[in-house]
T-cell receptor, first 114, second 112 residues
Framework: AQSVTQPDIHITVSEGASLELRCNYS??????LFWYVQSPGQGLQLLLK??????LVQGIKGFEAEFKRSQSSFNLRKPSVHWSDAAEYFC????????????FGTGTRLQVTL | GAGVSQSPSNKVTEKGKDVELRCDPI?????LYWYRQSLGQGLEFLIY????????KSGLPSDRFSAERTGGSVSTLTIQRTQQEDSAVYLC??????????FGSGTQLSVL
């Protein structure tokens, strides 16, 4: 069965600092991978997705993620964090061909200090 | 509508009562999903509707949970004989063929 692990429950970074959120997945074939963000009082919003091709994918709000098959990872990065990035971030994996039935990780809550 | 709409936004009920949660997906989206988000947990898949195909009910935690989607649009998630462990945020999402999910703001269910 597919699964997603987000080892960091809570991360605090200073505004302007770089950010990396970790995501490891377990899936037998080539996965469909996603990062979603949930801001306070708002619904989940897709940041980026990986289906195939270039392993470094660019998303909205300056985020990027790199698919590393050898490490079963899909870490999310941002070079310079803004205070408005404070939110909960979820990594998810989907079945190839049925990418929308997603298995989500438990999330990482990002706090940004000024 | 402009987005996925869920109602009610908050529901408080007594243990043993039945509840119905409603989801209006984005017009034209063929796929509709229900997820459950509990405190400290990730999002738990419940059920998935795709067009006229039989729904994927593999995530429903017990036979107290059921869902239907009428006319390929509005969906209702029903929880019978609610238990305290059913307390959670119930999220609905819809998608078109590009696999991007659009989520509603959820229904916060509290079972006393």
């Amino acid at each position: 069965a597919q699964s997603v692990t987000q080892p960091d429950i809570h991360i605090t970074v200073s505004e302007g600092a770089s950010l990396e959120l970790r995501c490891n997945y377990s899936y037998g074939a080539t996965p469909y991978l996603f990062w979603y963000v949930q801001s306070p009082g708002q619904g989940l919003q897709l940041l980026l997705k990986y289906f195939s091709g270039d392993t470094l994918v660019q998303g909205i709000k300056g985020f990027e993620a790199e698919f590393k098959r050898s490490q079963s990872s899909f870490n999310l990065r941002k070079p310079s964090v803004h205070w408005s990035d404070a939110a909960e971030y979820f990594c998810a994996v989907g079945n190839t061909g049925t990418a929308s039935k997603l298995t989500f990780g438990t999330g990482t809550r990002l706090q940004v200090t000024l | 509508g402009a987005g996925v709409s869920q109602s009610p936004s908050n529901k408080v009920t007594e243990k043993g009562k039945d509840v119905e949660l409603r989801c209006d997906p984005i017009s034209g989206h063929t796929a509709l999903y229900w997820y459950r988000q509990s405190l400290g947990q990730g999002l738990e898949f419940l059920i998935y509707f795709q067009g006229n195909s039989a729904p994927d009910k593999s995530g429903l935690p017990s036979d107290r949970f059921s869902a239907e989607r009428t006319g390929g649009s509005v969906s209702t998630l029903t929880i019978q004989r609610t238990q305290q462990e059913d307390s959670a945020v119930y999220l609905c999402a819809s998608s078109d063929f590009n696999e991007k999910l659009f989520f509603g703001s959820g229904t916060q269910l509290s079972v006393l």
